[in-house]
């Protein structure tokens, strides 16, 4: 009968093993994904667009807008999304 025996070295491989398999994920972001943007579901001129232009500058983050004229259909719309 064979015994199951914890090595540093079995300990060591595991721990690098997981690491790796942790650090995955973030090593495939795709390009688009970790450009800053932010999505703002709104109403038409509910942002104005100097304001978007003028936040845009001076962080470098992408305001993405989406019109919205239903807000029940909108919010049914975002809970159904995976993402």
Known sequence: MESNKITRRGLIKSGVAT???LAAPTIWIPASAA???VNVWTYAN???KDFK???EKETGIRIRT???DDQGK???LLAAEKN
């Open 35 to 37: 450009s800053p943007s």
């Open 46 to 48: 509910f942002i104005p």
């Open 74 to 76: 909108e919010f049914n």
């Open 66 to 68: 989406r019109l919205v």
């Open 53 to 55: 232009k003028e936040f």
């Open 19 to 21: 690491s790796a398999a």
